[in-house]
């Protein structure tokens, strides 16, 4: 019997999938916890557009993140930091001072997580920085550290 998984199950299979179960597994497990159901014409129709929908959604926002990329590789960010007398921070640049700048300066808004920072920047100067924006998308943004 060919059913339409609702739930990721180990071993079986993930959400949404269309897996061939065994009609005593089915209806004695799946069914009854509510794991899956019939895939027949309406529920195989249903699942097709949902999956179209999530397609244009991801579309959507890779194209987004596309237009971003572009958009961030033209920007210098100016970040202001106390600074000692050989160039050194106080402190240092974290990614949440980045996100944090980019939104004040630029009114772009990106996810802390989501910019790569090996460690704090600890000196002043230009640096670059990945952003991961989408899957297999990386957005590099220069950073100018200045001192106060």
Do not use: W
């Not at 739930?7 to 597994?25: H, L, M, N, R, T």
């Not at 004695?28 to 019939?38: I, V, Y």
């Not at 100016?78 to 980019?102: C, M, T, W």
């Not at 997580?113 to 090996?118: A, F, Q, S, T």
């Amino acid at each position: 019997m060919k059913v339409i998984l609702k739930a990721d199950i180990k071993g079986v299979g993930k959400k949404d999938q269309v897996i061939e179960a065994s009609d005593g597994y089915a209806r004695n497990f799946l069914f009854p916890k509510n794991l899956a159901q019939e895939a027949n014409k309406e529920n195989m129709s249903k699942l097709k557009a949902k999956q179209d929908s999530v397609k244009f959604q991801k579309d959507q926002e890779r194209e987004e993140a596309q237009k971003l990329e572009e958009k961030l590789s033209k920007i210098v960010l100016k970040i202001k930091v106390k600074a000692g007398e050989n160039g050194k921070i106080f402190g240092g640049v974290s990614s949440k001072e980045v996100a944090q700048d980019l939104e004040e300066q630029y009114q772009i808004k990106v996810d802390k997580k989501k910019i790569e920072l090996k460690e704090t920047i600890k000196t002043l100067g230009r640096h670059t920085i990945e952003i991961k924006l989408f899957e297999g998308i990386i957005g590099e943004l220069k950073v100018d550290v200045i001192c106060e």
